[in-house]
């Protein structure tokens, strides 16, 4: 079974930093393509970043040259770097796999947390 656990959400003054984890079991990340989502209350939930296997990278235009996401494979983990934090980041943040073998399906973390205050 497939299980992705997100962590590192918290409270945060606007401007600074926060490191969000997901690491998972049941599956190997390496070869998957990871993003981050975001929802805020009473909004859509919204892609925020990916990383595919291969390491490339792209970023949602709200967060782009702000956060970063990267994968450590031999942890198993994949990672967000959040900097410049803004009142409007504030939203429960997912992880998600997407398989890039068959079934190609996709499976989501519980989200975790962020709330910045202004």
């Known amino acids: 079974q497939v299980q992705l656990r997100e962590s590192g959400g918290g409270l945060v003054q606007a401007g600074g930093s926060l490191r969000l984890s997901c690491g998972g079991s049941?599956?190997?990340?390496?070869?998957?393509?990871m993003s981050w989502y975001r929802q805020a209350p009473g909004k859509q939930r919204e892609w925020v970043a990916t990383?595919?296997?291969?390491?490339?990278?792209n970023y949602g235009y709200s967060v782009k040259g702000r956060f970063t996401i990267a994968r450590d494979n031999a942890k198993n983990t994949v990672y967000l770097q959040m900097n410049s934090l803004k009142p409007e980041d504030t939203a429960v943040y997912y992880c998600k796999l997407l398989r890039t073998v068959p079934p190609w399906d996709n499976h989501w973390g519980q989200g975790t947390q962020v709330t910045v205050s202004s």
């Open positions: 990383i595919t296997g291969g390491g490339n990278t």
């Open positions: 049941g599956i190997v990340f390496r070869d998957n393509t």
